[in-house]
Nanobody, 116 residues
Framework: QVQLVESGGGLVQAGGSLRLSCVASRNTFGINSMGWYRQAPGKQRELVASIGSSSGRTNYADSIKGRFTISRDNAKSTVYLQMNNLKPEDTALYLC?????????WGQGTQVTVSS
């Protein structure tokens, strides 16, 4: 089963930037897409961004368009999320996912906290 390890979260002031990384390992064949969800306390899990592994097609939540950029390095089985102009409402646990043969697999998450 594919394993995902995220990194890059932390505490940042509003207006600051962070770059999240997620490395997939073990069985990485057949990954159709990768991306990020986020989960804030008391809120539903929200799809932040995704990217097709072959097509490179991206999809973004309206709340982060123009501020976040998703990218991938297939050779490294890694997906990135560059987050700029962070806002306090971006505070959440950010979870990496992959879609492999139609199944979703998740990482443990990395915490992002934005102070005002």
């Amino acid at each position: 089963q594919v394993q995902l390890v995220e990194s890059g979260g932390g505490l940042v002031q509003a207006g600051g930037s962070l770059r999240l990384s997620c490395v997939a390992s073990r069985n990485t064949f057949g990954i159709n897409s990768m991306g990020w969800y986020r989960q804030a306390p008391g809120k539903q899990r929200e799809l932040v961004a995704s990217i097709g592994s072959s097509s490179g097609r991206t999809n973004y939540a309206d709340s982060i368009k123009g501020r976040f950029t998703i990218s991938r390095d297939n050779a490294k089985s890694t997906v990135y999320l560059q987050m700029n102009n962070l806002k306090p409402e971006d505070t959440a646990l950010y979870l990496c996912f992959v879609n492999q043969y139609g199944y979703l697999y998740w990482g443990q998450g990395t915490q992002v906290t934005v102070s005002s």
